[in-house]
């Protein structure tokens, strides 16, 4: 770069050596010289002008889950800053790497309630890993090199950057050759061989020991290796919601989801096993149910990147600070071939007889079009294509996903776990889209989360993005909550019944394919349709009105105290 450039061009810059490729934001007042700079590297840095920040965030998300490396979303100072604070509250729940980059008063206008300021570095302390308020363009060079390491090393996590505007116009000379300098931040990448020794000890004598994966396998490119382990071993895996991909759901090993929504079997295999080994996950409590009752028998091993969520849910008898890659791969180090035949007959005993239950529950007679139908189709033509990403929202439709799609690899389940954000989908499968354009992207939503972020429609029209399919499951409530209405508040339906437009016309009206689907017979016709179209597609799915998700664990309750049925 020349001397003497500008702050934003400073900005654009920093990003391209970063590797950025796409950026996702909408201009305004405080971030325009940025954009005037962006201008001039549109053939290296591809800007999507999404429809609101939200939008733009969750595409930056979808973007960094589905690829592994940092997304980066662009917003103004004010309600631009604010809009983003949902998408960097998803990602600092689910550890996705992502760098927001906002626009802020200039600085003499700091603290004086200027036109569209907001302090949005303090309003994100606490969904940040860290964030940085910029007032001199000299800071820049260092900043978002600094920035982009914090956001993909050691547990991933999102970054803010507020740049003034004063700051994006100054010019400077910029000082590429900068260290970084952070004491204190020193990710532990390698397990304590003392403690993998031990857990090996540990799951070479067990009777019942069970393997839980989650997103730190996925995160750290753990699949092959806890393939391996799981062959070596003979120990049965589990994979929570963020974990689905870490391992191939078909294999003779895999069990399936625990927790609130997850099967009969895996979690009376929780309640049971001696030994468990959670490699990558956080012992949500959407997993655990009552944390105190918990897997009672089981001794615990937990290998995380993180330390402080070690022994922060569940007691931890032997606990491992380390990369989930490398510490798997010292751990197969010290095991020796063993198998778990008769546990794992005893589970598969247990699961016979529950999913055959199940089946027998989830039709009830003079259904129009249930749920499963929807999925059972969706999940034949995945796993018949291989060609495919899925992206879910939040609600019914998420956990129905989760059950009943057999997922094989690692980046092809993106869904929004702890924060929960209904309005997720759409704009994820947009950023998921661009990073894959030639694989098929499902995005399965609600019709109460669709209606919240569906003006990215437009943005996907903009963007000429063709391999986009919509698949709302449209079941006229904000289904999840309505299901606790009926089930736990006396079936007083308050505010969840829900009028949604014709969802297929909406997508006509953006230029978009739009279909309807209101009986059984129809689905396979229109899942092939949207196949075969090339553009996206918006198939509205009008299933039976008042169907669970089932089984259910109650709040408070123990996983072993699980609803199956109504």
Request: proline share 5%; net charge positive; charged share 25%.
């Given at each position: 770069m020349s001397t003497s450039v500008t702050g934003a061009q400073v900005m654009c810059?920093?990003?391209?050596?970063?590797?950025?490729?796409?950026?996702?934001?909408?201009?305004?007042?405080?971030?325009?010289?940025?954009?005037?700079?962006?201008?001039?590297?549109?053939?290296?840095?591809h800007h999507v002008l999404c429809r609101h920040e939200q939008g733009a965030g969750h595409a930056a998300e979808g973007y960094a889950r589905s690829t592994g490396r940092v997304g980066v979303c662009v917003a103004t100072s004010g309600p631009g800053a604010t809009n983003l604070v949902t998408p960097l509250a998803d990602a600092w729940m689910d550890s996705t790497p992502l760098v927001a980059i906002t626009g802020q008063v200039p600085r003499s206008l700091l603290g004086k309630d200027?036109?569209?300021?907001?302090?949005?570095?303090?309003?994100?302390?606490?969904?940040?890993?860290?964030n940085y308020l910029v007032t001199h363009a000299e800071e820049l060079p260092y900043v978002f090199r600094e920035a982009f390491f914090l956001a993909a090393s050691?547990?991933?996590?999102?970054?803010?950057?507020d740049v003034t505007k004063d700051a994006q116009q100054a010019r400077l000379t910029p000082n590429w050759d900068v260290e970084l300098d952070l004491p204190g931040y020193r990710p532990t990448?390698?397990?304590?061989?003392?403690?993998?020794?031990?857990?090996?000890?540990?799951?070479?004598?067990?009777?019942?020991?069970?393997?839980?994966?989650?997103?730190g396998v996925i995160q750290s490119g753990a699949t092959a290796e806890l393939l391996a382990l799981a062959e070596r071993t003979g120990i049965p895996v589990i994979t929570t919601l963020h974990g689905m991909g870490a391992f191939p759901e078909t294999h003779p090993l895999s069990l399936g989801m625990p927790g609130m929504?997850?099967?009969?079997?895996?979690?009376?295999?929780?309640?049971?096993?001696?030994?468990?080994?959670?490699?990558?996950?956080?012992?949500?409590?959407?997993?655990?149910?009552?944390?105190?009752?918990?897997?009672p028998r089981a001794t615990v091993i937990h290998i995380d990147i993180d330390p402080s969520e070690i022994g922060k849910n569940v007691p931890v008898a032997v606990p491992i600070v380390g990369d989930a890659?490398?510490?798997?791969?010292?751990?197969?180090?010290?095991?020796?071939?063993?198998?778990?035949?008769?546990?794992?007959?005893?589970?598969?005993?247990?699961?016979?007889?529950?999913?055959?239950?199940?089946r027998e529950l989830v039709r009830p007679s003079g259904a129009a079009l249930m749920p499963h139908d929807v999925y059972a189709e969706l999940n034949r033509t995945l796993n018949d294509r291989?060609?495919?990403?899925?992206?879910?929202?939040?609600?019914?439709?998420?956990?129905?996903a989760a059950q009943l799609i057999d997922w094989h690899r690692p980046r092809t389940h993106i869904t929004s776990g702890g924060a929960g954000t209904m309005g997720f989908a759409l704009p994820a499968a947009l950023g998921v889209a661009l990073a894959w354009p030639n694989e098929t992207v499902w995005a399965i939503v609600g019709d109460g989360g669709f209606q919240m972020t569906n003006q990215e429609l437009s943005t996907l029209v903009q963007e000429n993005v063709r391999n986009v399919k919509v698949a709302i499951v449209n079941n006229g409530y904000l289904g999840m909550v309505r299901q606790w209405q009926q089930l736990f508040e006396n079936k007083?339906?308050?505010?969840?019944?829900?009028?949604?437009?014709?969802?297929?016309?909406?997508?006509?009206a953006h230029g978009l394919l739009g279909l309807t689907v209101e009986r059984m017979e129809d689905v396979e016709d229109a899942v092939r349709r949207a196949w075969q179209h090339d553009g996206s597609v918006v198939i509205d799915f009008r299933v039976e009105r008042e169907v669970n998700v089932f089984p259910i664990v109650p709040q408070g309750k123990s996983i072993g105290e699980m609803l199956t049925h109504e």
């Open positions: 810059e920093a990003l391209i050596r970063e590797r950025v490729d796409v950026i996702f934001g909408i201009p305004g007042g405080a971030i325009m010289p940025f954009y005037h700079a962006l201008a001039g590297c549109r053939d290296r840095l200027a036109f569209q300021e907001v302090d949005i570095t303090g309003i994100t302390v606490p969904i940040t890993k860290h050691g547990r991933p996590g999102p970054v803010l950057i990448y390698t397990g304590n061989s003392r403690q993998i020794r031990a857990a090996a000890a540990l799951l070479k004598d067990a009777e019942r020991p069970l393997v839980m994966a989650g997103n929504h997850g099967w009969v079997h895996v979690n009376r295999a929780l309640q049971e096993c001696d030994v468990l080994l959670n490699v990558g996950g956080r012992f949500d409590d959407r997993v655990t149910g009552k944390a105190s009752t918990f897997a890659r490398n510490v798997l791969q010292a751990l197969l180090r010290e095991l020796q071939p063993r198998r778990c035949d008769e546990w794992l007959a005893h589970i598969r005993l247990e699961q016979l007889q529950c999913q055959q239950r199940h291989g060609d495919y990403r899925v992206v879910t929202d939040v609600g019914q439709h998420q956990m129905w007083v339906y308050s505010a969840t019944p829900l009028i949604s437009p014709d969802f297929a016309k909406l997508a006509e």
